[in-house]
């Protein structure tokens, strides 16, 4: 009755998570894991082949352009810091319950913030870069707010708004660098290139470390590493993560024990949001993009970012690994297509091997559920209405 | 096999066996039905009742044993198959949908074209001859439970089962529809030949309505008997199997508790300062008074009981008092002082613990350990300004674990890998801990085994020994017989009537549960 009010911030979300949690069945996942990783490997190979392109080959030219060489291993790097801040933030909201998927708006907002803030303020030295991220952060962080207002005040499902927030998103950033609000100057207004923003200036870009052409680390990579630790600690080890780790597995018992689960709800999805709003400044901010604001900016980091906290089960320094994974599928597709494989190739590749990597639970569950080896699900309580309703029918 | 004569039982199960996993469930179990009887089934919970019955009913495969019915082996293979050969079940909980009316449940699951006229006028037929009267038109979540249960039945029926199974089927019905339903079973079961297995833990409705008895006890059959030969004392000590006192344990086994002397005064006590007094509690949700105007004060060191069927209320009742349910008007007042409710947290703070109906609902959080479940209240008291300390909140959890008897394989290990008792302990050991005034135990004891019932009743008591007021919300008339001093009764969302337990009869109550003035 009461309890459908109480499910914050949507119910479905929730179920679904539950079911990406790790299970007890480890073995039996872990395999079942590898061999759909089998298959999806042997499904990519078909697929190169069946377009006339070599695995082999592309297995290279992937390795070429990710691992190879210093080169490599700094286009991989500079993939891995986005994607790494977006998978952080969504784990942090779906460990409260929440489900947001509209990380790939907040990344656009975010650069729209970080870009209004690099191109528009003057900022002495290091302040600067502080600023643009932080503003990156505060845009990404609103959009989000946004979605949890929505949610709060119309009950508007969060899965909903947040994926559709996105699509207002990329508007908004196409509008803004085709307006005079932060149109390149030299472009008209007859420009047959993609409208864009000027660069940013030098002061806000964040710092490279090393020398070209020897391994070059961006400062982007050391805030997401240090969000991600950060945000580990604070989920198993802090009051706060207690709580939220409280209302993301039983909102009902979070409330009998004093937490504000619709306050706590939102803000945890305004932070989520606010990580990939930082993924976005760093994105505008580092020499992963042209240090412009585009509205092909996100390039589907916020995507992707979300993909990693899928297959690290919404734990924080999983993560890690797995981000370095995607992006050196990132760097090594960019190169790859380079080669004359289509784009689209290493998106399918990508894809498979997510679902190799998030199918097995559900998998285990769903074998497990078939067999029965559970009799005692207990059914829910009947609702049986009072005499009243007698009266009131 | 035989020919069929009147000497060859309706249904004959032959070392039935059943495993899931390393967990024997029935262990070669011998059940004999004949024609004409209601046959008793009686165990504690995880006795390997239900599970007998899914074999009955094809819903899980037998490891091993052979099913006659009629003299006849089967293979009960399937549900389609139990169904074909006669065998219907009315279950505990209820399988009705609310939204749709009597006629369209009934019809639900039958195959071919559906027939209104016909379906209702079987209704009307099943209703005329059984004597369970029953509007087909009216929507189900209009009808009170008991209107509900003999939907249930009345639904059974109609399919014409030669074998029905019942389990439960009291929980929600007040005594005299109890009695009612199986005055009818015993009728229509005699007159037509069929036969009844009625499944419960409830050693008075056993030794009331059936004809013979089988007592399971963990998975084997302990003991069988016609009932009339045997007595109810006999039937718990075989039931738990040891020596059962009129006490506590009658109590827990469904029998009303001999007066206890002295304890109490017997006389109407002079009421204790109050710790918790509820005033004009109302909730209203789409437009019905779940609760109306209730008025209840416990004292402290009082127990005070809210007896009432199931689905009158107190599952709402509970909800508000844990903080889940803003109340549409009313005050609570925890130890002198009214609670902001609009506020979570508060009554908890203020003082009040509570141990829901439901332990799953809100009581614990399933996924997390055993020490997060038990200082999740308290957790300021175990954090730095910023991070848990572990060191602190593990002492904390070995100091209740072992005040409280939890059994875990460790403090860390997820409370979902505890069982019920053990989990149930968990819940009250985290309400009473800190300076807890009031406790409100809702249901305490659905669900538990006899050990962990009296364990239960042990501690409800110490609390109250040491000056917390204990507001137990319960179904089982025995049960509040024996623990509380006062008892109010509730009947749709109001409550009828209070008084204490000296004055208080089996009678007089089942008439305020009925909603009449005693």
């Not at chain 2, 030969?229 to 506590?248: K, N, W």
């Not at chain 2, 199931?310 to 709402?316: P, R, T």
């Not at chain 2, 060191?391 to 979902?416: C, H």
Request: glycine share 10%; proline share 5%.
């Amino acid at each position: 009755m009461s309890s459908v009010s109480l499910m914050n911030p949507d119910d479905l979300g929730r179920r679904f998570l539950a079911r990406l949690r790790p299970g007890r069945d480890g073995w039996l996942t872990a395999g079942v894991t590898f061999a759909l990783v089998i298959v999806a490997l042997g499904a990519s190979a078909l697929l190169l082949t069946m377009n006339g392109a070599s695995p082999s080959a592309s297995l290279s030219a992937i390795w070429d352009g990710s691992l190879a060489n210093s080169t490599g291993w700094t286009a991989t790097l500079l993939n891995a810091a986005p994607l790494l801040l977006v998978a952080v933030g969504a784990a942090i909201c779906a460990s409260a319950g929440t489900f947001n998927i509209g990380q790939e708006g907040q990344v656009l907002i975010g650069g729209l913030f970080g870009a209004w803030v690099g191109l528009r303020l003057a900022l002495p030295g290091p302040m600067m870069v502080v600023a643009v991220m932080a503003a990156a952060a505060v845009g990404g962080g609103l959009w989000a707010g946004l979605s949890a207002l929505m949610y709060r005040f119309r009950g508007v499902n969060v899965v909903v708004s947040t994926l559709l927030m996105t699509f207002l998103a990329i508007q908004l950033v196409t509008f803004a660098v085709s307006s005079p609000w932060l149109q390149e100057s030299a472009q008209g207004s007859s420009g047959i290139a993609d409208a864009q923003s000027n660069p940013l200036p030098a002061s806000a870009l964040l710092a490279d470390f090393g020398e070209y052409p020897s391994l070059l680390v961006n400062a982007g990579l050391f805030i997401a590493l240090i969000a991600a630790a950060g945000a580990a600690l604070v989920l198993s080890r802090s009051r706060w993560g207690f709580r939220v780790r409280m209302v993301g597995l039983n909102p009902l018992a979070a409330k009998h024990t004093g937490v504000r689960v619709s306050v706590l709800g939102g803000f945890t999805l305004a932070l989520s949001g606010a990580f990939a709003g930082l993924a976005g400044g760093l994105l505008l901010a580092s020499p992963v993009s042209p240090n412009r604001l585009q509205a092909g900016l996100s390039d589907n980091v916020g995507w992707d970012g979300l993909l990693v906290a899928l297959v690290a089960r919404n734990r924080p320094l999983i993560a890690i690994p797995v981000a370095f994974g995607f992006a050196v599928l990132r760097a090594g597709g960019d190169f790859l297509s380079a080669t004359g494989v289509p784009y689209f190739l290493v998106d399918i590749v990508k894809a498979l091997l997510v679902l190799a990597f998030v199918a097995p639970p559900v998998l285990v569950s769903l074998f497990r559920g078939r067999r029965g080896a559970t009799p005692s699900t207990p059914s829910p309580q009947p609702v049986v209405p009072t005499k009243k309703m007698e009266a009131a029918a | 096999m035989t020919p069929t004569t009147s000497a060859v039982p309706i249904l004959e199960l032959r070392s039935i066996t059943k495993s899931y996993g390393s967990v024997t469930a029935c262990d070669a179990v011998d059940l004999r039905v004949d024609a004409g009887e209601i046959h008793g089934l009686l165990g504690e919970n995880g006795a390997g009742k239900s599970s007998l019955m899914k074999v009955l009913l094809g819903l899980v495969r037998r490891d091993a044993g052979t099913v006659l019915v009629r003299g006849e082996e089967v293979a009960l293979d399937s549900p389609q198959e139990a169904a074909e050969l006669g065998i219907g079940m009315v279950h505990q909980h209820f399988s009705l949908i609310n939204a749709l009316t009597v006629w369209e449940n009934v019809a639900l699951g039958d195959t071919g074209k559906v027939n209104k006229q016909a379906i209702c006028a079987g209704i009307a037929e099943v209703s005329a001859r059984y004597g369970l009267p029953i509007d087909p038109e009216a929507r189900v979540d209009a009808l009170s439970a008991g209107e509900r249960q003999r939907v249930e039945v009345v639904k059974c029926l109609r399919r014409n089962p030669q074998i029905l199974i019942l389990d439960e089927p009291t929980s929600v019905l007040t005594q005299a529809e109890s009695q009612e339903l199986f005055a009818v079973l015993g009728r229509v079961v005699q007159e037509e030949g069929r036969a009844v297995i009625l499944i419960s833990h409830k050693l008075a409705e056993i030794a009331q309505a059936t004809d013979r008895v089988t007592v399971l006890r963990k998975g084997r059959v302990a003991f069988r008997a016609v009932t009339a030969e045997t007595t109810p004392q006999l039937l718990a000590r075989q039931m738990v199997g040891r020596e059962v006192s009129l006490g506590d344990e009658g109590a827990a086994l469904g029998l009303l508790p001999v007066q206890r002397a002295g304890a109490d005064g017997g006389e109407a006590r002079e009421r204790q300062q109050p710790v918790l007094r509820l005033a004009g509690l109302t909730v209203v949700q789409g437009g019905v008074r779940v609760l109306d105007d209730i008025d209840l004060t416990v004292g402290a060191g009082e127990i005070v009981a809210l007896y009432g069927v199931e689905g009158n209320g107190q599952a709402m009742l509970g909800d508000v008092l844990s903080g889940l349910v803003v109340p549409t008007d009313g005050t609570i007042e925890v130890a002198g002082s009214r609670v902001d409710v609009t506020r979570p947290g508060v009554l908890s703070k203020a003082g009040l613990g509570i141990v829901p109906e439901d332990r799953h609902h809100s009581g614990v959080v399933l996924d997390m350990s055993v020490a997060e479940n038990l200082t999740m209240k308290s957790l300021n008291e175990v954090s730095g300004r910023f991070l848990v300390r572990r060191r602190a909140m593990l002492a904390q959890a070995r100091r209740l674990a072992d005040e409280f008897n939890i059994v875990t394989p460790s403090l860390d290990a997820p409370v979902r890998s505890l069982s019920g008792g053990n989990q149930q302990r968990v819940v009250l050991a985290r309400e009473l801990s800190g300076h807890t005034r009031v406790l409100v135990a809702a249901q305490p004891t659905h669900g538990l085994d006899v050990g962990a019932i009296e364990d239960m009743y042990a501690r409800l008591r110490r609390a109250a020994a040491e000056g917390i007021g204990v507001l137990l919300i319960s179904t089982e008339l025995e049960e509040v017989m024996a623990l509380a001093t006062w008892i109010a009764v509730i009947s749709s969302g109001q409550i009828t009537g209070a008084l204490p337990v000296s004055d208080a009869t089996p009678e007089r109550l089942g008439m305020l549960v009925g909603g009449e003035a005693a």
